[in-house]
């Protein structure tokens, strides 16, 4: 199987390309993986290209959005009481259309839109067993500057004890132990689309000449230590003692055990995610003055990303308890964060717990 790296070692300007056959394409794994299992009906595949389809129209009106006016502020807020940006009115519609269409999902949960969205797809004669919970457009903040953004979702099944007809969120209310699939793309200086369904992470890059995600990064891992932290340090203030310890043990000098470790903090979490499960890693945030449950949110943007992180090797905690562990009680329900390197968040966790001595044998 070819890889971004195969590919590169002999790249000049006419095998830039990528040829086809040389690169598997996001549709052909992801049958050929449902293939493996010998009662699958193909639904699956098709929600995963629906949500592939919507995020090449989300990537193709993102590198044009100086032109066509859609950047800035619709002048609403979201539910969260945050600004919405007309990109992500924009990216929230276009992945509820996509996902409609294709008659695969029953139920969605969108970080732009108050209520979970049910789509009646049994109705209409689609299967729609399946429930998607997203951030259409996560770090939206950062689009008027040209600063990389991401899509984050999340895929569960119907309980089996649900109304298939009329799937009501406490449908959705699941511990990410019970994901059959997450995912993100990140839109940065190319576009990738990382996901996992429990048999490991795998990446796939956009080559807009086709407009097909190739196979880039299979079995991706993360390093079990890295030399990147990442936070918001501008609410120091607000931090507990451990984490201030913590950071503070970050920053020390120390050449033996790799500090002072570097700080990288683009506030576009699916970006910051992305670096730091390529390059070895933390990701932080904490609980704050101005966010007492952390900003993050567990259902779309926590569970998928922690989800991502464990297969890869990664860890994820709110700082006591594991992510994936936690009993969701509403859809935009908040947590703490700490994800990515395994070494690097159990540190972090010693030290939140107030037993830095427990972090002593890990590697640095
Ligand atoms: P969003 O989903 O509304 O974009 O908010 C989440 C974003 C993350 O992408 C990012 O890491 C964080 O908020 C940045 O927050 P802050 O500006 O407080 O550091
Ligand atoms: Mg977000």
């Given at each position: 199987m070819s890889t971004a790296n195969d590919a590169s070692s002999n790249a000049?300007?006419?095998t830039m390309d990528a040829q086809l056959g040389e690169f598997e394409t996001l549709e052909q794994f992801i049958i050929e993986q449902e293939d493996r299992f010998p009662h699958s009906t193909g639904s699956?595949?098709?929600l995963l290209r629906d949500i592939g389809l919507a995020a090449?129209?989300?990537?193709?009106?993102?590198?044009?959005a100086g032109l066509i006016d859609i950047y800035g502020s619709t002048g609403e807020t979201n539910v969260q009481g945050e600004v919405q940006q007309k990109m992500d009115a924009l990216a929230h519609r276009e992945f509820v259309l996509a996902l409609r269409r294709g008659g695969e999902c029953c139920l969605i949960g969108s970080e732009e839109h108050a209520e979970a969205i049910p789509l009646n797809t049994k109705v209409e004669g689609g299967d729609g067993d399946y429930i998607v919970l997203l951030d259409p457009l996560d770090g939206s903040s950062n689009i008027d500057v040209c600063v990389s953004v991401g899509t984050i979702f999340s895929i569960y099944r119907l309980p089996d004890d649900h109304d298939e007809e009329e799937p009501t969120l406490d449908a959705a209310l699941q511990p990410g132990t019970e994901q059959v699939a997450a995912g993100y793309v990140v839109y940065g200086s190319s576009t990738m689309f990382v996901f996992t369904t429990g048999n490991g992470v795998h990446g796939f890059t956009l080559d807009p000449s086709i407009g097909e995600f190739l196979l880039s990064h299979p079995n991706l891992t993360t390093p079990d230590t890295g030399n990147i932290f990442s936070i918001n340090v501008g609410y120091h203030h607000s931090f507990q003692e451990g984490l201030r310890n913590y950071l503070d043990w970050l920053q020390e000098f120390d050449p033996e055990t790799n500090r002072p470790v570097k700080t990288r903090y683009i506030g576009s979490f699916v970006t910051?995610?992305?670096?730091?499960?390529?390059?070895g890693g933390i990701y932080m945030y904490p609980a704050t003055q101005g966010n007492p449950e952390g900003k993050l949110r567990l259902m779309y943007e926590a569970n998928p990303m922690a989800f991502i992180a464990e297969q890869a090797g990664g860890r994820a905690t709110d700082g006591h308890q594991p992510i994936l562990e936690k009993t969701p009680e509403k859809l935009h329900q908040r947590t703490p964060l700490f994800i990515g390197s395994d070494q690097m968040v159990r540190r972090a966790e010693a030290f939140l717990q107030g037993e830095p001595e427990r972090a002593e044998t890990l590697k640095t």
């Open positions: 000049s300007p006419s699956f595949s098709r090449k129209i989300v990537n193709r009106d993102m590198r044009k910051d995610f992305h670096r730091n499960l390529l390059k």
